[in-house]
């Protein structure tokens, strides 16, 4: 019987041909299915200017195999610290499924065409909320940001809503992907793969 992608990730057999990225697929496809809430939801943690972590939930916008997207407000907080420190890590949990992968590795910044479409796939909602919005910076009052917010749809009226400069999306090119399955007594299933020249080394970790 032909195995799943996760039977080989952790049988003790070779796995020198199993690709991480493929496997992360047959993990989404299935959390798209038995999460309740948001299967693309992240822990993205960034460093700042001290060396100090960050951590913040964003949702996981696009993925290929160049890496794991996620679009902001490049004036905001994360945007400052990747513009600064272009390096990453990323961790998605699915409770339902009681499985979770990490990622880390450098940063970089995807195309205007890439940004451009993702905005146009937003409800206008969304649109217009990310420009109305000075993400992290102080806010006196909701009423504040819901006035901002009116009056910049009124402003465009039936227009397109155009994507502001100040908000595009980072990829997440990784360097390491990690597997986790629970296991009872606490004894998980690890593995993690490790990028090496044009392909990658997996190595099975104690839990």
Not at 7 to 16: K, Q
Not at 36 to 50: G, S
Not at 116 to 136: K, M, N, P, T, V
Not at 155 to 180: C, K, L, N, Y
Request: with cysteine.
């Amino acid at each position: 019987m032909l195995q799943t992608l996760t039977e080989r990730l952790f049988d003790d057999g070779d796995r020198a041909d199993l690709d991480p990225f493929a496997v992360f697929e047959e993990w989404f496809a299935l959390a798209k299915e038995a999460e309740p809430n948001d299967p693309h939801a992240m822990a993205l943690a960034t460093v700042d200017d001290d060396g100090l972590p960050d951590v913040r939930m964003v949702l996981l916008n696009a993925r290929d195999a160049r890496g794991f997207c996620f679009f902001t407000n490049f004036e905001s907080m994360k945007g400052g610290q990747l513009d600064a420190h272009p390096k990453a890590a990323m961790v998605m949990h699915w409770k339902s499924l009681r499985r979770q992968v990490r990622v880390r590795g450098p940063v970089e910044v995807v195309t205007p065409e890439e940004a451009d479409a993702y905005f146009a796939s937003r409800a206008r909602g969304s649109q217009i909320a990310s420009s109305a919005s000075e993400q992290s910076r102080p806010l006196a009052s909701r009423q504040q940001l819901l006035t901002r917010v009116a009056d910049l749809t009124a402003e465009i009226g039936e227009d397109a809503v155009v994507r502001p400069q100040h908000w595009s999306g980072f990829r997440i090119v990784p360097t390491s992907m990690e597997f986790w399955r629970d296991g009872q007594y606490r004894l998980h299933d690890r593995v993690r793969f490790e990028r090496s020249g044009d392909g990658w080394v997996s190595t099975r970790l104690y839990p």
